[in-house]
Antibody, heavy 122, light 111 residues
Framework: QVQLVESGGGVVQPGRSLRLSCTAS????????MHWVRQAPGKGLEWVAL????????YYADSVKGRFTISRDNSKNTLYLQMNSLRPDDTAVYYC???????????????WGQGTLVTVSS | QSVLTQPPSVSAAPGQKVTISCSGN????????VSWYQQLPGTAPKLLIY???RRPSGIPDRFSGSKSGTSATLGITGLQTGDEAEYYC????????????FGGGTKLSVL
C-alpha cells in the first residue's frame, strides 16, 4: 500500500541545522510532487514546501524561505527537508505528503506520513 | 492568521448534521480545487474530500463537500462520536507568499 515514513526529527539548538527524510513506498515516487507540512504543538497545519515530481520546481512558505531547502532523490524514493538557522518557532511535527496535480494546478495532498517531531530549544 | 477562514469550533448531537465553512478569495478558493482533511486526535491528517466534492474510496457518503465562488463547505450528516476531530480545508494559492494554504482548522465536538 502507499506509505510515507518520515525520520530525522529530534531536539536541536537554535541556529543549528537538521535534515528530515521521507521514504516512500507503494507508488511510483518519481511521478508525484511532494509536500512538507508542519504543525506546531496545539496549532493548525502550516504548509512548508513543495517540490515537483522531477525536482525542477520548488516552492516555500515565506516563514521558511531562505532557511529551508526541499529536495528529492528519485533513485532512492526519498524526499528531504534541509532546515538551517532553526528557530524556536520552527518547533513542530513535520509531515510529508504526496501532492496530486491535475487540471493545471496542485489539487490535494494524499496520503500523509505519520510525522516526525522537531524541537528547537537550548 | 490563516489565509483561509474557518470557524474555530462547531458542535452537534449524535445523529445530527453539521456544516463547516471555509472562506478565501480569488487567489485561492475562487480559482482552484478545494480539499478537506480530517485529523483525529493524535494522528496525521487524512484526505476527506478532494476536487471540491469528491470522496476518496473508503470515506462514507455522510461526508460531502461543495464550493461556491470563494467559499467552500464541508457537510457531515448522521454525526457519530468517532467524527470528533479537527477539520482543515486546503487549496492552491496563486499569491507570492505561499503556493498551498490551509484553513485554521475547525474542532468538531459531537455532544
Amino acid at each position: 500500500q502507499v506509505q510515507l515514513v518520515e525520520s530525522g526529527g529530534g531536539v536541536v539548538q537554535p541556529g543549528r541545522s537538521l535534515r528530515l527524510s521521507c521514504t516512500a513506498s507503494g507508488f511510483t515516487f518519481r511521478t508525484y510532487a511532494m509536500h512538507w507540512v508542519r504543525q506546531a504543538p496545539g496549532k493548525g497545519l502550516e504548509w512548508v514546501a513543495l517540490i515537483s515530481y522531477d525536482g525542477s520546481n520548488t516552492y516555500y512558505a515565506d516563514s521558511v524561505k531562505g532557511r529551508f531547502t526541499i529536495s528529492r532523490d528519485n533513485s532512492k524514493n526519498t524526499l528531504y527537508l534541509q532546515m538551517n538557522s532553526l528557530r524556536p518557532d520552527d518547533t513542530a511535527v513535520y509531515y510529508c505528503a504526496r501532492g496530486i496535480y491535475g487540471s493545471g494546478s496542485y489539487k490535494h495532498l494524499d496520503p500523509w506520513g505519520q510525522g516526525t517531531l522537531v524541537t528547537v530549544s537550548s | 492568521q490563516s489565509v483561509l477562514t474557518q470557524p474555530p469550533s462547531v458542535s452537534a448531537a449524535p445523529g445530527q448534521k453539521v456544516t463547516i465553512s471555509c472562506s478565501g478569495n480569488t487567489s485561492n478558493i475562487g480559482n482552484n480545487y478545494v480539499s478537506w482533511y480530517q485529523q483525529l486526535p493524535g494522528t496525521a491528517p487524512k484526505l476527506l474530500i478532494y476536487d471540491n466534492n469528491r470522496r476518496p474510496s473508503g470515506i462514507p457518503d455522510r461526508f460531502s463537500g461543495s464550493k461556491s465562488g470563494t467559499s467552500a463547505t464541508l457537510g457531515i450528516t448522521g454525526l457519530q462520536t468517532g467524527d470528533e476531530a479537527e477539520y482543515y480545508c486546503g487549496t492552491c494559492d496563486s499569491s507570492l507568499s505561499a503556493y498551498w494554504v490551509f484553513g485554521g482548522g475547525t474542532k468538531l465536538s459531537v455532544l
